[in-house]
């Protein structure tokens, strides 16, 4: 499933190549993954959709939120902070109700994103992180800084790392396996027009430049 929000904080998502209204609720910023569909608005309260339309997840303001793990849910507050719902809190969430996130994860992001082997993030120093993050509780292996610049990064469900540096150029992660998950070196993936969001998923790459021009590829 492909989701995005336009600059009046309408979400959509596509059938076909037709992109539909999903829900009545204006949102900033939408993820959708193995945790559902989730996505925060302007006053960073999170939604989670279910049921026909976005509803509040009370408990925690966040700024971002990823649903890309293996269940969790992942984002990061205004102040950077980190923060994770795991993947039995993430499901067992469909109506409206307060909500006891797991506690805060060390360190500082100002972007995180998930993928079923691993979670990557990226600072106000534009310095890329990268950790194990357990569905079940939570627990993360401690953070590894990787090489490299950049102010967005997304996981795709196989794996696969792309991140966006602040001049809009976009780079995917080479190298990644078992015995090295963080990866050994970017490779830049070279546009006509500055990115502005990436994201990826099932061999097909989907960007947002930043005149808002939506453009898709694959292999």
Known sequence: MVVMTDKLSNVFFLSG????KLGSVPLKHVSVGPAGIWGVNHND????FAAGDFFPVLGLELKQV?????????GVKVVNSIHCLD?????????????????TLEGQLMYFSCGPNACWGVNS????????VSSNNCGISGWTKTDGAAVKVEVGTDGRVFVVNSPGNLYERLGISDTVPQGTGWSQISFCLPIRHASYDLGRLWLVTEGGVI???TN
Not at 45 to 48: D, L, M
Not at 66 to 74: L, N, P, R, S, T
Not at 93 to 99: A, F, I, V
């Open 215 to 217: 453009l898709s590829c």
């Open 66 to 74: 990823d649903a890309g793990g293996e269940g969790q849910v992942v």
């Open 45 to 48: 309260t999170v939604f989670k």
């Open 125 to 132: 120093m534009q310095q890329i992180y990268f950790t194990k």
């Open 87 to 103: 993947a039995g809190k993430a499901s067992s969430t469909k109506q409206q109700g307060l909500m006891n996130w797991n506690p």
């Open 17 to 20: 190549s037709t992109w539909f």
